[in-house]
């Protein structure tokens, strides 16, 4: 079975530029997550989605970023403009939906960025 | 909101030591899951504990999950290099209808040959 799968696996940027990130979930899984992981830190929930509709976008910076799941498979996270704060691992995780609790996540390789 | 705290931040043992690192949650929990997240690499689930008192083993690893439900530990017998990476605890954030998990800062354990 394959994993989640993300791209790039590190990109380079300038403060003020623009960069996005692709996550593709397991096959049937309902729920997607996208966290953000400081080095030295756990990993943060940035947004989660269920389908292809935003479940809990709180913690999302929503002045600079944005993230969509068209389809409810495929998603992507943007970051514009990018601040050197935002050097961070970018993971996301699937989870087939479960009503009684949270389950198992599954992570990708995650998105290495540094910001200059 | 909820936080879910470990100690110690980290770790160095000699190979063949014991270790051990203690999860903490503000509010009870339904259930904790453990993931290990190997250096540049993600995490990778280890295993949930539901019931109050639970204790579970995956050979040299013993899980164990607090009568009360608000806290949770990890403990390895007999390290080995293999054991080397993060382990984090996460706990669900139950928020109207999200179902979250909030992640430990991790403890980062080192094995010395």
């Known amino acids: 079975e394959a994993g989640v799968a993300q791209s790039p696996r590190y990109k380079i940027i300038e403060k003020r530029q623009s960069v996005a990130f692709w996550c593709n979930p397991i096959?049937?899984?309902?729920?997607l997550y996208w966290y953000q992981q400081i080095l030295g830190q756990g990993p943060k929930l940035l947004i989660q989605?269920?389908?292809?509709?935003?479940?809990?976008d709180s913690q999302l910076p929503k002045d600079r970023f944005s993230a969509e799941r068209l389809k409810g498979v495929d998603s992507t996270l943007k970051i514009q403009p990018a601040k050197l704060e935002d050097s961070a691992v970018y993971l996301c995780?699937?989870?087939?939906?479960?009503?009684?609790?949270?389950?198992?996540?599954?992570f990708g390789e995650g998105s290495r960025l540094t910001v200059l | 909101g909820q936080q879910v705290m470990q100690i110690p931040q980290y770790q160095h043992v000699q190979e063949g030591e014991d270790f051990t690192t203690y999860c903490n949650s503000s509010t009870t929990l339904s259930n904790i899951q453990w993931y290990k997240q190997r250096p540049g690499g993600h995490p990778v689930f280890l295993i949930q504990?539901?019931?109050?008192?639970e204790v579970k083993k995956q050979k040299r690893l013993t899980f164990q999950f607090g009568e009360a439900k608000k806290n949770s530990s990890l403990h390895i017998t007999a390290t080995q290099t293999t054991d080397v990476g993060t382990y984090f605890c996460?706990?669900?954030?139950?928020?109207?209808?999200?179902?979250?998990?909030?992640f430990g800062s991790g403890t980062q354990l080192t094995v010395l040959p």
């Open positions: 504990l539901v019931k109050s008192g």
């Open positions: 096959s049937g899984h309902a729920t």
């Open positions: 996460a706990g669900p954030n139950l928020s109207g209808s999200a179902r979250q998990l909030t």
């Open positions: 995780a699937s989870s087939p939906w479960r009503r009684s609790n949270t389950g198992e996540l599954f």
């Open positions: 989605f269920q389908n292809n509709g935003v479940v809990d």
